[in-house]
């Protein structure tokens, strides 16, 4: 074994990527992981051979490093999948993002006119400010819409109402539109963001396939992932961590190393340092907020429910806020096709009422509400299994940067601790940000200088603006320039000049001539242009008229031009919101 290795704390998708990249290195990892499977949230559990994920988890990636390293991990294991995932409201599947002739014909035409009212009211005098989620929905697709539509979901995810989802959260995946990148991501970025969203890549026998392929290159290459090992302390001397300590079901044990890196969540790690971090340091921790979730997996006898990957439920009528079946996300993830697995997730507080019924009653619920809309009898339930998972999403509260700033200034004092992934950086990453995070601690441990904090800093989770850094740069001033308005007076007048110049030293011209061969020719211009004649003052007059019609003509092209880049624009805009909203869910 290495004199000195690198221990890492958890064995999800940022530790085992951390794991990897230090292998990939000839160093030695060590990771405690305190559950019995690798994976973390993004694992994959199994019950009687019927493969579930914690929510379901679709792979994609803008980063290439990433993307490599899956596919080299499973090679033909690692599917393609063309997404299909409805809105369920009233018994009703609407298409997402909405399309309004299936949102037509499915809300029938009294509520569809009360619809279109509340829409053509928002748009005419839309609120001014647009600082949550409920503002700038309603604005955009009015007050009927958004209750039915984005209020009773949003709520359910993170259980406190619309209006009061602060702009800090809401702006990370509510992006204020540019008209520059719009205009750029429909013009060169389409087809990119169209496939982010219709296409994902999940690996054949769920994501926790390709945590264990990480996990046998690491044990393969000389490192260690010891499961059931859960750390109970840090121990430092205020400037750098000497060990770890850990239990092992009844057995303690303790690990030096060089460097520590972690991924469990950041309010836990401080408070398990000995000793102790200041007063202020714990109550920052104590103050950042998790949403928690839990997994109600039904096994029904059934051959089919339904074709979607995963389903968004707007009823009110019902707790459940999102259906997997996960047989359409691989065949392979249930062993007996007869059946189909769902699963009926909950989002929830840990320790609040939903977290605290038994298995039992939490089965009975989802059966209960499975069959109230309308997916098949309680009876054909043959099986089921609960998962509840703390730490499911960093709720990102009014105060959460703060907190976490002053955690991460304390933290700043030791030099061979990184904390990385979801939890461990109380921010919202998705599995390739957090290998990422993870593979840069690694390269840090040995020497580089990377900034971690950097990734999926921005607002990086909407598609519209991840396919709009992969589009060709454009330079903003040819942009701006080429759809800025037409200015009509100046375009007509300049129009009206040129045309009154042409035909003015047309006349000049065939005069200086002779007025020979063509002027019969020119001459027939007195048939549109009264009293013109190939003279000199003919000439004149016929400024006079060309300029007229050029002026008309130049000034209609500008106003035309102008209308039509206006609507044109306003498409591109309506089509990235509907883009930026459909992700919004996904990310939930
Ligand atoms: C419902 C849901 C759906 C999602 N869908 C997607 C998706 O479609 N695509 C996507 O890319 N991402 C998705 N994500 C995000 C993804 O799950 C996370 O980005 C990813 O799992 C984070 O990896 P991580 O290693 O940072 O943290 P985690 O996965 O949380 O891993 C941390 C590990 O640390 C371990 N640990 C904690 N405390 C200790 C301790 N004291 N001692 C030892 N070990 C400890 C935990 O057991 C865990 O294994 C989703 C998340 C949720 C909640």
């Given at each position: 074994m290495h004199k000195n290795p690198v221990v890492i704390i958890g064995a999800g998708p940022a530790g085992l990527a951390a794991g990897h990249e230090l292998i990939r290195r000839e160093k030695c990892p060590i990771i405690l992981e305190r559950d019995g499977i690798v994976g973390g949230i993004s694992r994959t559990e199994s019950y009687k051979d019927f493969h579930f994920d914690i929510g379901g988890h679709r792979f994609y990636t803008k980063n290439e490093e990433i993307n490599r390293l899956w596919q080299e991990m499973l090679g033909a294991d690692f599917l393609k999948v063309n997404r299909l995932s409805r809105l369920y409201y009233q018994g009703k599947f609407f298409n997402y993002p909405l399309r309004p002739t299936n949102a037509l014909f499915n809300l029938g035409p009294v509520e569809s006119l009360l619809v279109l009212i509340s829409y053509c009211r928002a748009r005419l005098?839309?609120?001014?400010?647009?600082?949550?989620f409920e503002e700038w929905v309603v604005n955009r697709f009015g007050e009927r819409l958004y209750r039915t539509f984005f209020k009773t979901y949003t709520e359910k995810v993170w259980g406190i109402p619309c209006k009061e989802i602060r702009a800090d959260w809401a702006a990370q995946r509510i992006k204020g539109l540019s008209l520059l990148v719009a205009v750029t991501n429909a013009l060169f970025g389409g087809q990119q963001a169209k496939s982010l969203i219709e296409q994902f890549s999940y690996p054949r026998l769920g994501p926790g396939m390709m945590w264990q392929r990480f996990m046998d290159r690491i044990v393969a290459g000389g490192g260690k992932v010891m499961l059931?090992?859960?750390?109970?302390a840090i121990l430092h001397d205020n400037s750098r961590i000497t060990a770890v300590e850990y239990r092992n079901g009844g057995t303690a044990g303790e690990l030096n190393a060089e460097h520590f890196i972690s991924s469990m969540p950041i309010p836990t790690l401080v408070q398990l340092f000995q000793p102790q971090p200041p007063a202020a340091v714990l109550q920052s921790g104590s103050r950042l907020a998790y949403r928690a979730f839990i997994i109600v997996v039904l096994i029904i006898d059934r051959q089919a429910l339904f074709p979607d990957q995963w389903l968004y439920i707007h009823s009110p009528k019902v707790q459940v806020g999102r259906i997997q079946n996960f047989k359409n996300w691989s065949?392979?993830?249930?062993?007996?096709?007869s059946k189909t697995s769902i699963g009926m997730e909950y989002f929830c507080n840990e320790n609040d009422s939903t977290w605290k019924r038994t298995d039992h009653e939490l089965v009975e619920m989802a059966t209960r509400e499975m069959e109230e809309m309308g997916?098949?009898?309680?009876?054909?339930?043959i099986d089921s299994y609960v998962v509840r998972q703390s730490h499911a999403y960093p709720v990102y509260d009014s105060t959460y940067k703060q907190n976490l700033l002053t955690i991460r200034n304390y933290l700043?004092?030791?030099?061979?601790l990184q904390t990385i992934g979801r939890s461990g950086m109380h921010r919202y990453n998705n599995m390739d940000h957090s290998m990422q995070t993870g593979i840069l601690a690694a390269k840090n441990s040995c020497g580089e200088h990377h900034d971690i904090w950097a990734v999926n800093e921005e607002k990086s989770y909407l598609e519209e603006d991840k396919a709009a850094r992969e589009t060709p740069i454009v330079p903003e001033k040819i942009l701006i320039r080429a759809f800025a308005r037409m200015d009509k007076l100046a375009f007509a007048v300049a129009v009206g000049t040129v045309c009154g110049l042409l035909v003015f030293s047309a006349t000049l011209w065939i005069i200086s001539r002779g007025g020979d061969v063509l002027n019969s020719h020119l001459r027939l211009l007195g048939q549109y242009f009264?009293?013109?004649?190939?003279?000199v003052k003919g000439g004149f007059l016929a400024f006079g008229y060309s300029f007229f019609w050029g002026f008309l003509a130049g000034w209609l092209f500008a106003y035309l031009r102008n209308l039509f880049l206006a609507i044109y624009i306003y498409r591109i805009k309506r089509k990235v919101e509907l883009l930026s909203l459909k992700d919004f869910f996904d990310n939930f």
């Open positions: 005098s839309p609120q001014p400010q647009e600082n949550s059931h090992c859960e750390v109970s065949r392979s993830m249930v062993p007996d096709q997916f098949g009898p309680a009876s054909q339930v700043d004092n030791f030099s061979n009264i009293g013109y004649t190939v003279t």
